[in-house]
């Protein structure tokens, strides 16, 4: 985030710029959003986000990651945004073991861990 601001911020300088920001919302990043939100808003003409349906969806995630992105976003835009989604939204263990089982996997190709980007996510996550 901290890249694209100071890129954001170079561009916000030239002439007869708008900058809009597009956000993927997904398991990795949404208990963050209030932050990436007031951040990029600082200097973007149009912030707009959604969730996707990948294997990071937020979609499939049990009650117990839902009651942990509530807290993490309590008193938040983003805690009534959350808890309407999920209103109309079923857990699938299937798909959410998937999900845990491609971020192992993506630690390992890119020979990093979750632990190292998102430490709270992981000990959440016990990956």
């Not at 990029?40 to 912030?47: D, G, K, P, R, T």
């Not at 937020?58 to 839902?66: G, V």
Request: hydrophobic fraction near 35%; aromatic fraction near 18%.
């Amino acid at each position: 985030l901290d890249q694209v601001l100071e890129n954001a911020k170079e561009f916000k300088a030239w002439d007869n710029v708008k900058l809009e920001f597009n956000t993927n919302i997904n398991v990795y990043n949404a208990d963050t959003m209030p932050e990436t939100h007031e951040r990029l808003s600082e200097i973007a003409y149009h912030f707009y986000y959604f969730t996707n349906h990948a294997n990071c969806s937020l979609n499939y995630a049990p009650i117990e990651y839902q009651e942990w992105l509530f807290d993490r976003v309590k008193d938040t835009k983003f805690e009534k945004y959350y808890r309407d989604f999920y209103k109309n939204m079923k857990h699938s263990p299937t798909k959410w073991n998937a999900f845990i089982d491609e971020t192992k996997k993506l630690d390992l190709f890119y020979e990093i861990k979750l632990s190292d980007y998102h430490p709270e996510l992981a000990k959440f996550l016990d990956i």
